[in-house]
């Protein structure tokens, strides 16, 4: 049987990459692949379900872009070490970025159901993060846990609690006439513009007036 030999600097290249192959087909490709080019297909199917998971994307899509976020190595390992705890979120097109959220229901699909905690609204108590990005104006990202660099006029020597309509306040609110307030601490300042979530909720105190 002959065989023939082609370097490898001259080797070509694919008139076109198919990175759409599944989870099966990759997983086979050690076996089912019967040229290189295919068992590179395979490979670069394989990068596009780091990126993307099942989602439509391309393997040669910058992952920081997709993820609004540093995705290396490096990073994830100082999100591990400080804690960082992200949850996707179906939030309200009124919801901005920087606000107390309160889990609000169950899981939509894949996402937690929030809405503006309410100092005020029992029914919106307690806080369960910060919303912190916006993906579209119904979806975003909230900290459970971790840094939060959104803020600004933060004084370390004050502490802050859960105000009205998903607002940071200090001092802590108080009950107005014939009605209530729920107390909650939010976090830790660190210095003027960082806030530092513990992922705990409360203590929790209600004043009634």
């Known amino acids: 049987m002959g065989r023939s030999l082609q370097r490898l600097d001259s080797l070509a290249k694919p008139d076109s990459f198919n990175d759409q192959k599944t989870a099966s087909q990759v997983a086979n490709s050690e076996v089912s692949s019967t040229d290189l080019a295919t068992f590179g297909e395979a490979l670069l199917s394989q990068i596009k379900r780091i990126i993307h998971g099942d989602d439509a994307g391309n393997w040669?899509?910058?992952?920081?872009?997709?993820?609004?976020?540093?995705?290396?190595?490096?990073?994830?390992?100082?999100?591990?070490?400080?804690?960082v705890i992200d949850v996707s979120v179906k939030c309200l097109a009124t919801d901005s970025v920087g606000e107390l959220m309160h889990i609000n229901g169950d899981l939509v699909g894949d996402d937690w159901d929030v809405t503006k905690a309410d100092c005020?609204?029992?029914?919106?108590?307690?806080?369960?993060?910060?919303?912190?990005s916006k993906d579209t104006s119904t979806s975003g990202i909230m900290r459970r846990s971790g840094i939060v660099n959104l803020y600004a006029g933060l004084d370390i020597t004050?502490?802050?609690?859960v105000g009205s309509a998903g607002t940071l306040v200090n001092p802590a609110p108080i009950a107005p006439p014939a009605g209530y307030a729920v107390v909650q601490r939010i976090g830790?300042?660190?210095?003027?513009?960082?806030?530092?979530?513990?992922?705990?909720?409360?203590?929790?105190?209600?004043l009634v007036n």
């Open 188 to 206: 830790l300042p660190l210095n003027a513009s960082a806030l530092y979530l513990t992922g705990e909720v409360g203590p929790l105190f209600k």
């Open 158 to 161: 004050k502490h802050y609690f």
């Open 60 to 83: 040669n899509d910058d992952i920081m872009t997709v993820l609004s976020a540093p995705a290396s190595l490096k990073a994830l390992l100082t999100y591990t070490t400080q804690g």
């Open 120 to 132: 005020f609204n029992e029914s919106k108590m307690p806080v369960s993060g910060i919303l912190i």
